[in-house]
């Protein structure tokens, strides 16, 4: 497939969003997950079906950033649907597999290692809050690189130490304001935050950000689990 005849991904998801109401597909989704539904979303998010090398050497457009005095340090509310989990940060790995050419493993010392991005952005959470966050951690899209995806990867899967669990398409996993992120608001990352690592991320809602992110696994193929509140009903793009 030659992907430099694909439209810019960015004007796409726009007019994706816009043409086709997410929403009522999502619905369409809810726990079932026969063919024919399957080939359905395959179809509509086509456009979203960029290869890893094209969205590299495309970079994705930024969303505006906040300044540093619009840090909003009490707003972010704990939202965790069942417990914070023990984690041993000492012996934590997290490890990124699926259809790659170099799964790996790293210590939270490795990922340290790489360079670190900060960001200010808004988090928003579906059940009526928001909160201007500043995040320090590493772009996910240079884990990704060093696991060398195969060129048919569409999806991403992330699995937590809780037990929670989501998936995002591979334009917004390779964005270049997704972050694996291990600092907030200039501090080390809270343990009720998702320490060692949680995504964050200004293109997504709140529940697409995974906190205590033990495993990424690229993917093909998105199966019938979906993601912890997805497989509930809500909206799985979730975009911002
Ligand atoms: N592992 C895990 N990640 C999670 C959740 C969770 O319960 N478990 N809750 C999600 C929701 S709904 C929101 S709004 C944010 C909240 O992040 P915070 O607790 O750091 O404010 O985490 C998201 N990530
Ligand atoms: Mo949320």
């Known amino acids: 497939m030659n992907f430099s005849q694909k439209p810019n991904l960015h004007i796409t998801r726009r007019k994706l969003l816009q043409l086709s109401g997410f929403s009522s597909i999502s619905l369409l989704l809810g726990g079932c997950g026969t ?11 086509e456009p979203l079906n960029q290869n890893f ?8 457009t930024p969303v505006p950033e906040f300044s540093f005095n619009e840090i909003e ?18 012996k934590f790995r997290l490890i990124i597999d699926g ?9 939270m010392e490795d990922i340290k290692n790489l360079p670190l991005t900060s960001m200010i952005i808004r988090h928003v959470c579906v059940e ?19 696991a060398q995806p195969k060129s048919n990867v569409k999806y991403a899967y992330f699995k937590s130490a809780d037990g929670y669990y989501s998936s995002w398409d591979i334009a917004s996993t390779l964005h270049p ?7 907030k608001n200039g501090e080390p990352l809270p343990i009720d935050n998702g320490a060692p690592l949680r995504l964050a991320s200004p293109i997504k809602l709140g529940y697409k ?8 696994t690229l993917t ?6 979906q993601g912890y509140w997805e497989d509930q009903g809500y909206e799985w793009f979730a975009g911002l």
């Not at 080939?39 to 509509?44: E, R």
């Not at 259809?99 to 493993?105: A, D, K, R, Y």
């Open 128 to 146: 009526g809050w928001a909160a201007i966050v500043q995040w320090g951690g590493i772009r996910l899209q240079e884990l990704v690189a060093l």
């Open 209 to 216: 950000q995974s906190k205590w992110v033990t495993r990424v």
């Open 177 to 183: 304001q997704t972050l694996l992120a291990y600092q």
């Open 53 to 60: 090398q094209s969205l590299i050497l495309k970079p994705q």
């Open 99 to 107: 259809e790659v050419e170099n799964p790996i493993s790293l210590s």
């Open 73 to 90: 340090p009490e707003a972010l509310i704990v939202n965790t649907y069942r417990s914070t989990p023990v984690i041993n940060q000492e």
């Open 220 to 225: 093909s193929h998105l199966s019938r689990f």
């Open 35 to 45: 063919p024919l539904l399957e080939d359905l979303v395959g179809t509509l998010s």
